[in-house]
C-alpha cells in the first residue's frame, strides 16, 4: 500500500521551539519537496530535493531546514527564526525526469505555534 | 511575482450545470499544468493534466483547456456534483518544480 505518509496530523510548539515534520514515502519516488499553505494562498515551495544527499531552497525557504539521507525520507525542521510558523505543511513527491510532473501529496501536519 | 493566478477565489453552481474554473500564468517556458483537488484538512490530489503542445485533454467529467496565446488555461467539470465541493489548484511545471496558483474553492449546491 503505497503512499506519503506525514506525522503528526497536528502540532503545537512554543514560540522558540524549533521543530521537525515528519514525511515518508515508499513509491520509490526520487524527488521530495515541502510547501506551506496559508488562508486564501496557494502551495508554496519551502524546500525540494531531487536526489538523496542533495536539495534546493524554494521561494520561501527562510527559517526552514531540510535532510536528505535516505531516498524515503525528507524531514523539514521549522526553527525559530521562521517569523510565522504557523500554517499547514505539505510534502510531496515525484519521480525525477522530463515526463513526471504529477507529484503526489501526503495529508499535511498543521503547525500551530502558541 | 505570481507566476500562476487564479483570479477568482470562489465560484457556486447548481448540481448538474457546468463548472468553469479559471487560470492564467505568465512564464511562457511552463511546459506542463495540472489540476489539483484539495479539501479542507487534506492533501492535494491529482486530477487532470495537460501537455503544452496539446490545447485539450478530457477525463470523464473533467476537461483541461489549455489558450498558449492567451496564457489561459480552464478547468470544466460537467455536470457537477456537490461531491465536487472542494480548492481547486492550477499548477504549472517548469524545471522539476510546480508553480501554484492560490485556487480557487468550488461549491456545487444540490
Known amino acids: 500500500d503505497g503512499g506519503i505518509t506525514q506525522s503528526p496530523k497536528y502540532l503545537f510548539r512554543k514560540e522558540g521551539q524549533n521543530v521537525t515534520l515528519s514525511c515518508e514515502q515508499n513509491?520509490?519516488?526520487?524527488?521530495m519537496y515541502w510547501y506551506r499553505q496559508d488562508p486564501g494562498q496557494g502551495l508554496r515551495l519551502i524546500y525540494y530535493?531531487?536526489?538523496?544527499?542533495?536539495?534546493q531552497k524554494g521561494d520561501i525557504a527562510e527559517g526552514y531546514s531540510v535532510s536528505r539521507e535516505k531516498k524515503e525520507s525528507f524531514p523539514l525542521t521549522v526553527t525559530s527564526a521562521q517569523k510565522n510558523p504557523t500554517a499547514f505543511y505539505l510534502c510531496?513527491?515525484?519521480?525525477?525526469?522530463?515526463?513526471?510532473?504529477?507529484?503526489?501529496f501526503g495529508p499535511g501536519t498543521r503547525l500551530t505555534v502558541l | 511575482d505570481q507566476q500562476v493566478k487564479q483570479n477568482s477565489p470562489s465560484l457556486s453552481v447548481q448540481e448538474g450545470r457546468i463548472s468553469i474554473l479559471n487560470c492564467d500564468y505568465t512564464?511562457?517556458?511552463?511546459?506542463?499544468f495540472l489540476w489539483y483537488k484539495k479539501y479542507p484538512a487534506e492533501g492535494p490530489t491529482f486530477l487532470i493534466s495537460?501537455?503544452?503542445?496539446?490545447d485539450k485533454n478530457e477525463d470523464g467529467r473533467f476537461t483541461v483547456f489549455l489558450n498558449k496565446s492567451a496564457k489561459h488555461l480552464s478547468l470544466h467539470i460537467v455536470p457537477s456534483q456537490p461531491g465536487d465541493s472542494a480548492v481547486y489548484f492550477c499548477?504549472?511545471?517548469?524545471?522539476?518544480?510546480?508553480?501554484f496558483g492560490q485556487g480557487t474553492t468550488l461549491q456545487v449546491k444540490p
Open positions: 510531496a513527491s515525484t519521480h525525477r525526469g522530463e515526463f513526471y510532473n504529477e507529484q503526489f
Open positions: 513509491l520509490n519516488h526520487d524527488a
Open positions: 530535493s531531487q536526489i538523496v544527499n542533495d536539495f
Open positions: 512564464n511562457s517556458m511552463f511546459d506542463y
Open positions: 495537460i501537455s503544452s503542445i496539446k
Open positions: 499548477a504549472a511545471s517548469y524545471t522539476g518544480k510546480l508553480i
